[in-house]
């Protein structure tokens, strides 16, 4: 397995406020949602109890948007990896109060997780939605969607798994694009950007941007082998 070597961390640890709500989600629906971060391959069929279509969400925020799709589509299981706690928090608490049976979560930074965590060929689908832009041209470095990232989420994919990206930042839609589109084991499925699929739900912070007249541009590509 090649490893991405990559010092320039995507995301900051930021000491966040933190709900007695979320604290406790934590601490209670960890054990029974979360994975522990270890250097070892998971078996993604025994840690969900089912073969079943097996989608990653990198960076899953507050957690609103795959607890919706979680619950719409019970016959898939959702990993999401996420290093905010409150976020974490936030995602736990939805997913007990939704009674949801097909999410796992892993707190830990998604580069070594995607390394040593997830077998190669293992992925259905991979979903990354409004990464963090990083806007100043200074800190574009930072930005998740770098090639050697993406060389690594198309190794983890199922030949004909999907990697779905959405963003409302023009710049960072157009890098994506040429990234994505530079990589030879994907391929685009649209005629460069994607329209947004009906069961991509619209977050808060999504339809208030639209309102005010801001666009977000989905890309989606496909993996096109079973080389890893």
């Excluded at 090649?2 to 406020?17: D, F, K, M």
């Excluded at 290093?83 to 936030?90: A, K």
């Excluded at 939605?129 to 983890?156: E, G, N």
Aim: hydrophobic content about 40%; aromatic content about 8%; charged content about 25%.
């Amino acid at each position: 397995m090649t490893a991405v070597h990559r010092p320039i961390r995507s995301y900051v640890l930021r000491q966040g406020r933190i709900t007695d709500a979320q604290r406790r989600a934590c601490a209670e629906l960890l054990p029974r949602f979360g994975i522990p971060f270890a250097p070892v391959a998971l078996d993604l069929e025994r840690v969900f109890g089912r073969p079943a279509p097996k989608i990653l969400e990198i960076g899953f925020g507050m957690g609103e948007t795959t607890a919706r799709i979680a619950a719409s589509h019970p016959q898939n299981d959702y990993l999401g990896i996420e290093v905010h706690t409150p976020g974490v928090g936030s995602f736990l608490k939805r997913a007990a109060e939704l009674g949801l049976a097909n999410v796992r979560v892993i707190q830990h930074d998604a580069v070594e997780t995607l390394e040593s965590m997830i077998p190669p060929a293992s992925l259905d689908g991979v979903h990354v939605f409004f990464p963090d832009p990083w806007p100043k041209k200074r800190h574009h470095k930072r930005r998740l969607l770098q090639p050697p990232l993406v060389r690594l989420l198309a190794a983890r994919m199922k030949p004909g798994a999907y990697l779905h990206v959405a963003t409302d930042w023009e710049d960072y839609a157009q890098q994506i694009l040429e990234v994505l589109s530079a990589e030879p084991l994907l391929v685009n499925t649209a005629d460069g950007f994607a329209p947004r699929p009906d069961w991509r739900p619209l977050t808060k912070f999504e339809a208030r941007g639209l309102r005010l007249g801001h666009r977000v541009w989905d890309v989606v590509f496909r993996q096109t082998s079973g080389r890893s």
